[in-house]
């Protein structure tokens, strides 16, 4: 049996909405997983295939082997095909799609094996929050469009955490683009940046940001820049992140509703008019790829 997911890109947080809001992005990943007698061939191609293991270690790997697993089959063997189009460690959720991908290609060996068997969204969105440890790029590559995630914890010791979120639909004339530097950014080096505690106005100001930027997306994009404002986080990372930080001040001081995607470095800007050319002039002069994207839906299998 063979089958192909198509999985999207992501952006999590949107400004205020730390670990919790996120986006499809409109571009793809395809891992194609054929099954076989015995063993188990990895072949990676695009972004990523000098640096991630061939092996029985890779995240889409243990992904596919996680969704069998709770499905209740399991396969002799897999050859295994990863089309990487979503740059690595830039803020777009590079591993959160891995995780769904290979996850949603086993759900789609199983769905031929016998339907009843298959795992639903919110069985995906728990799988592949597991993997990433918060839902918000995960759940978007799952659900698509823009979403609201959360996490819940356990009331034992033994049980996993409890993941969820639902999708949002996005308002159709909210427009998306990303600027893409070459540099590369650790996610685990920038949350180091976080202090452990904020100050309750903090908290308070990004709770009330977070709330209205789900008004801003599905109704009201004119209140999409007071809606992209973040005080817990993104001033937080600005000294591992120079050029992004820059960048998101020169859009805003535009009237663009520009944040840092994820963890960095890549620049969102959510906006409902073209992009200004001297902006793109000015960002591909220093080596930004200045991308437009879609709103995605989330995963398919085919």
Known sequence: MTVTARVPAS???????FDTLGM???????ITVTTTESGLTVRVEGQGAEDVPWGPSHLVVRAIERGLEAAGVWAGGLDVVCRNVIPHSRG????????VGG??????????????????????????????????????????????SWSEDPADEVSPRRYGAVRLTVHPSIRVVVLVPEERSATAHTRGLLPERVPHADAAFNVSR???AVVALTSRPDLLLTATEDRLHQGQRASALPVTTRWV????????AAVVSGAGP????????????????????EGLRVLDLDVADGVRVS
Do not use: C, K
């Open 11 to 17: 952006t999590a947080n949107l400004g205020p909405g």
């Open 266 to 285: 890549t620049v969102l800007a959510l906006t409902t008019e073209p992009f200004p050319a001297d902006l793109r002039t000015a960002a591909e002069a």
């Open 103 to 148: 996850l949603a290609a086993a759900n789609g060996l199983v769905a031929r094996l016998d339907p009843s068997l298959t795992l639903s969204d919110a069985q995906l969105v728990q799988l592949s929050s597991e993997f990433e440890g918060h839902p918000d790029n995960a759940s978007a590559s799952v659900l698509g469009g823009a979403v609201v």
């Open 92 to 99: 777009l959720g590079s591993s959160a799609s891995a995780a």
């Open 210 to 212: 977070g709330a209205l």
């Open 24 to 30: 499809a992005l409109g571009l793809y990943d395809e």
């Open 249 to 256: 001040s020169a859009l805003r001081e535009r009237g663009i």
